[in-house]
């Protein structure tokens, strides 16, 4: 078990900068996941903690150890390839195998591994087949046993779940879950896909452009997000984004003047926001309920009925659409006219710079 | 489309068919006729050439090829040549390849740049200057002198280099995780992999050695020394004054049936080989 | 099928040699490397080792030769004494003049204008009609195809056989057709057309797995699109497979230009240039000027116009391909 230090690291192809400096303390026993839009970056910054991609600046520590310098081989660290990267001509087990060999691991620990790993990984029929004799759920499923095998002081996953189908992933998705409560060793996974972010990650990391756009616990993440980028990347449906104008400040908190001329009173403390003259209110659909009572109207043109909960699509007066969320068994149907009610204490505000301030 | 239409166009498709298959005949008839009169006596064939089937029949051809002629020296040397130059190649252009594909030195663009400028070069514009430098190092009449020159030839390291690009590199960075030394992922990791391709350049080399007519004209001049296919040349050269029809049939027979069998044999990989390769 | 010999080199791109092994902590700002896009690891020296075999036999067997047949060709080089003077573009100025190398030319021309044609147009008739999965198919393919795998020898061999007079295959079909027969070997109107015809029976099958090559790149969803819109099969022909195979057509068309132009052993072994010199073509030429009359500046020199004749060709191809890329976006 490792933990993992990044200091100023940079990269840079030719003249361009892919990363900027780039500081982060991945901690023993932690899963951290790497959360961003392709090309943000994260999957050099898991190659670059390999060792697979050389840093332009900047050191990396595994264990305290500065291995900025050492081959990937050299870093105690095992990793689960998007395409899983199997060696096509060797079976199952001399797949798993071929690492520890190579490092000269005494035999019978290497059977003792890969039995233990197999019996975990339920691969116990497979170990003398080929990876072409394997279904892509299988394949997956050695990939991860061959790291496993070599007991590494942290795992590396690079989108290890996007080739499955749904039903697989979600089933992969609890497996890696339950692997890591059982190893609790430090594990970085990169992805794309927030809901793979939200149920893996004890900490996430929000990548854009190769900066941070913010760091916390999943749950810290949905409910504060500190900008309106990752605002709008995380949580389906996307987070409802309107054109806001603050208006004269009554009590503590800001009031604002939406684009279709509603008033709404939100749960921002004034003093908390710059004094911008746009702001962009932002609200959930699970915030924003049906309410005939509610000055905030619209037409109804889309109902998505999800079984648990109704999505509404709204579109506003002034010709805006935005997304609400409405009990299961709503009678509401495409074509009403329906009120808007806003949760003061969930709408989010977002100045010109697209950073969050949020109710107290 | 109407039901008549499609009749029609049914029609059409056994025409071309029949047509097509019309033309494979006429295609294999010479073939098929020094085949046949292969099997018959020479006083018979200087009567008649026209009488494919029927009596009489004749080994005589054959064992006369098999009694008298360097046809064994012929065809030992072709192997020898042949074989010697496939292996020689693979090996040089596996290296080549995976050097230019997958590792990363100084001037390397540059170099491989320079290297595939050579595709360019035709044999003939060569073949003066290799036979002056073959003779001041005494190499002609010699296997060394017939398989040395298309050793340069640039195609398989353009081969490889393209294939051992193809290979995804995510296996050779697990490889890298998996603390594997460069010659080991070479060896154990890329080699293994590039299998089909190796097929394909091994049997694009062997056939073209096999098969080579100028080099070994020019460089192997006693007859001790010749492969097949020049040795079939020699004697071809008395044509005219030669009455044993037959036993000229029977070495085509003899020279074009073992290579025409493992064409029936390996017929994918050759097809695959000559078409994927022609096209420099 | 696959041209990319000239992809545009990156520009500017430097060579850091060391930048993995300098710990960056110390000095970032001074260690700083930048690295090309496509990292392949860390550049060494050592990696061009790899190469170092091939490169070596390749400069030696194929660039030296290469330049000294470009310094034999500007000298008059005297086998038996081993005298060498240098004359300058002598040896070209006599090739303008010298009637058999123009006709050499001719000859080498005419040929190419002959096959190449055939090649394409019976290479892709033979695909269109044999572009089927089944049994039939693959017998006529292999047959079409096996003719390549013999040796120009064993060709030559069985054509002077189908070739001979009054005994050949030729002139016992003509003679039960109730025609005089006629070796066109021995004739100079029909050498060279006999030659071509020898040539197209031998390697057609090469244009013909092209253009299967081809034409199974295209989608079968758009013939089916053709169908529901009534084309009938030479409307589909035209307007479908044809404008799909144009850089094809193009690309096997230069490429038998090329192989063409190097027409040597079916000339040397059924007529020997001959009759009257009306079938001799520029590589025989090369050979006979070179290796029976020992004029191996003279040689040298004629070898050059076919190396450069070649070269035309070897760009046209490498535009044509590249330009097909750049076009259709197509990976070939």
């Known amino acids: 078990m490792a933990g993992i ?81 199997l060696y096509p001509h060797m079976t199952v087990r001399e797949n798993m195998a071929f690492g520890l060999r190579n490092v000269n691991v005494p035999a019978a620990e290497i059977d003792r591994r890969i039995t233990e790993a197999a019996r975990m990984l339920e691969l116990e029929g497979m170990l003398a087949r080929k990876p072409i004799q394997l279904s892509g759920g299988q394949r997956q499923r050695v990939a991860i046993g061959r ?17 499955l189908d749904a039903a697989l992933r979600n089933r992969t998705r609890v497996e890696l879950a339950r692997l890591h409560q059982r190893l ?33 616990t999943p749950i810290e993440i949905y409910r504060k997000p500190a900008t309106r980028f990752v605002a709008g990347f995380i949580g389906s ?34 003093q908390a926001a710059r004094k911008d003259a746009k702001l962009v209110a932002g609200v959930r659909a699970e915030s924003l309920t049906l309410d005939d009572a509610s000055p905030v109207r619209g037409r109804a043109d889309v109902i998505e009925r999800l079984g648990e909960r109704t999505l509404v699509y709204v579109t506003l007066s002034n010709g805006h659409s935005v997304v609400a969320q409405a009990h299961r068994e709503s009678p509401v149907a495409s074509g009403d006219l329906v009120g808007l009610h806003f949760e003061p204490e969930h709408v989010h505000l977002f100045d010109e710079a697209g950073l969050a301030w949020h109710a107290a | 489309m109407s039901a008549r239409q499609h009749a029609g166009r049914r029609m059409g498709d056994h025409l071309i068919l029949a047509a097509v298959m019309v033309l494979a005949l006429l295609w294999i008839a010479p073939l098929a006729w020094v085949f046949a009169l292969s099997f018959k006596p020479n006083a018979f064939l200087a009567q008649h050439t026209d009488v494919v089937l029927g009596a009489p029949y004749t080994l005589k051809n054959y064992t006369d090829i098999l009694g008298t002629s360097s046809v064994f020296r012929w065809i030992a040397n072709s192997c020898i040549v042949s074989v010697t130059q496939t292996l020689l190649t693979l090996v040089l252009c596996s290296l080549a390849g995976y050097g ?181 | 099928m696959c041209i990319c010999l000239m992809k545009p080199g990156l520009p500017g791109m430097p060579h850091k040699g060391a930048a993995m092994t300098t710990t960056l902590s110390a000095l970032p700002a001074a260690a700083r490397a930048s690295s090309q896009p496509k990292v392949k690891g860390v550049q060494h020296w050592s990696n061009a080792l790899f190469v170092l075999p091939f490169v070596l036999v390749y400069i030696a067997l194929l660039v030296v030769p290469v330049v000294t047949g470009l310094w034999l060709s500007l000298n008059d080089v005297d086998v038996l004494s081993g005298d060498r003077a240098f004359i300058g573009l002598a040896n070209f100025a006599r090739l303008w003049h010298d009637d058999i190398f123009r006709g050499a030319i001719r000859n080498t021309f ?141 690309l096997v068309a230069i490429i038998e230009v090329i192989l063409q132009f190097q027409l040597f052993g079916q000339a040397q072994l059924m007529t020997n240039g001959g009759p009257n010199n009306s079938s001799r073509p520029l590589v025989q030429f090369i050979y006979e000027a070179g290796f029976q009359q020992w004029a191996l500046g003279y040689s040298a020199a004629a070898a050059q116009v076919l190396f450069g004749l070649m070269l035309i060709g070897v760009a046209l191809q490498m535009w044509i391909s590249k330009r097909g890329q750049t076009q259709s976006g197509e990976s070939t």
Request: with cysteine; hydrophobic share 50%; proline share 6%.
């Open chain 1, 5 to 85: 230090q990044l200091v100023g690291v940079n990269k840079r192809y030719g003249g361009t900068e892919i990363i900027p400096e780039f500081n982060l303390e991945i901690e023993s026993g932690e899963f951290l996941v790497f959360l961003g839009p392709s090309g943000c970056g994260k999957s050099t910054l898991l190659r670059m903690i390999a060792g697979l991609e050389p840093v332009s600046a900047g050191q990396i520590r595994i264990g305290g150890q500065d291995v900025t310098a050492s081959a990937p081989g050299e870093r105690d660290l095992a990793m689960v390839f998007q395409h899983y990267a």
């Open chain 2, 100 to 280: 230019f594909a997958r590792t990363a030195f100084p001037g390397q663009k540059a170099l491989y740049v320079f290297v595939l400028a050579g595709l360019a070069v035709p044999e003939q514009a060569v073949v003066i200057p290799l036979h002056r430098l073959f003779a001041d190092l005494d190499l002609h009449n010699t296997y060394s002198g017939l398989i040395l020159p298309r050793l340069a030839a640039p195609f398989g390291v353009f081969l490889m280099t393209q294939y051992f690009k193809a290979i995804p590199k995510d296996i050779e960075e697990a490889a890298l995780l998996d603390s594997t030394p460069r010659w080991k992922i070479f060896l154990r990791i890329v080699l293994p992999l590039s299998i089909p391709a190796q097929a394909t350049l091994g049997i694009f080399t062997f056939l073209t050695a096999w098969n080579d007519y100028l080099w070994p004209l020019i460089s192997a001049s006693k007859p001790d020394m010749y492969t097949l296919t020049l040795g079939l040349a020699a004697t071809q050269s008395n044509f005219a004054q030669s009455e044993g029809i037959g036993y000229l049939m029977a070495q085509a027979v003899f020279a074009g049936l073992p290579i025409f069998v493992i064409y029936l044999f390996f017929q994918k990989h050759i097809v695959s080989a000559v078409a994927g390769t022609t096209v420099r």
């Open chain 3, 110 to 250: 005419l040929f190419v204008l002959m096959t190449t044609p055939a090649f394409v147009a019976l290479g892709l008739a033979l695909a269109l009609a044999l572009n089927r999965q089944d049994r039939v198919g693959t017998a006529l393919r292999t047959i079409f195809f096996g003719s390549s795998v013999l040796s120009v020898t064993i060709v030559t061999l069985v054509w002077r056989l189908v070739f001979m007079t009054d005994k050949g295959l030729l002139a016992n079909v003509m003679h039960s057709l109730g025609l005089a027969s006629i070796n066109p070997l021995t004739s100079s109107a029909l050498a060279l057309p006999a030659i071509a015809l020898v040539t197209v029976w031998w390697i057609i099958g090469l244009p013909m797995m092209l253009f299967l090559a081809a034409l199974q790149q295209i989608p079968e969803e758009i013939y089916e699109a053709a169908a529901m819109d009534n084309a009938g099969r030479w409307r589909t022909f035209w307007s479908i497979t044809l404008p799909q195979l144009r850089k094809t057509v193009a």
């Open chain 1, 237 to 270: 449906p996307a987070m409802n984004f309107i054109d806001a104008i603050p208006v004269a400040a009554e009590a503590d908190c800001i009031k604002v003047r939406l684009a279709d001329g509603t008033e709404l009173q939100t749960g921002v403390p004034t």
């Open chain 1, 184 to 216: 609790k060793t430090t594990m970085v996974f990169v992805t794309h896909d927030q809901v793979e972010a939200m149920t893996l990650a004890s900490r996430i990391v929000v990548m854009n452009r190769g900066r941070i756009e913010q760091m916390g």
């Open chain 1, 147 to 163: 790291a496993v095998v070599k007991e590494p002081g942290a795992f590396l996953f690079d989108e290890p779940l996007s080739n």
